[in-house]
């Protein structure tokens, strides 16, 4: 028998506080990004995955192949006070180290980081080593 899946459909989200030159401290909140909006960021890339013989993806970057920057990323998932997306441009007068941690607590929140990123490579790799057992 199958075990039940169960989850909650209400996006995660991290409170962020950020101080500006002025000394004044603002409020901000991370949000998991929705199924659509990760396509829509996704679909900036241009690659093809497939499996290789021992099982493993392969990624295979296409021509004028280029990631999306971490200031557009942040930008959909990044929201003031107001519940506002905060703009691109905003998050580009941002210290380069804040961009830094943002993208990877984002990525995380997302479940597109590095961690989450192979787990799901290793089930690509169990399910194609149990497809053929029928």
């Known amino acids: 028998m199958a075990t039940e899946l169960k989850f909650s459909v209400v996006l995660k989200e991290i409170p962020v506080k950020l101080t500006g030159a002025d000394g004044v401290e603002k409020s901000y909140k991370l949000k998991e990004l929705t199924s659509t909006q990760r396509a829509a960021y996704n679909e900036g890339f241009d690659f093809k995955i497939e499996m290789t013989e021992g099982g493993v993806a392969k990624a295979t970057a ?22 506002k997306p905060v703009k691109e441009a905003v998050i580009g007068d941002f210290p380069s180290t804040v961009v830094q941690e943002l993208h990877t607590a984002a990525l995380k929140l997302s479940g597109m980081d590095e961690k989450a990123l192979k787990k799901a490579k290793n089930g690509l790799k169990e399910v194609s080593d149990t497809s053929g057992t029928g």
């Open 62 to 83: 296409g021509e004028g192949f280029k990631l999306p920057s971490a200031k557009k990323f942040i930008a959909m998932c990044l929201y003031d006070a107001d519940n």
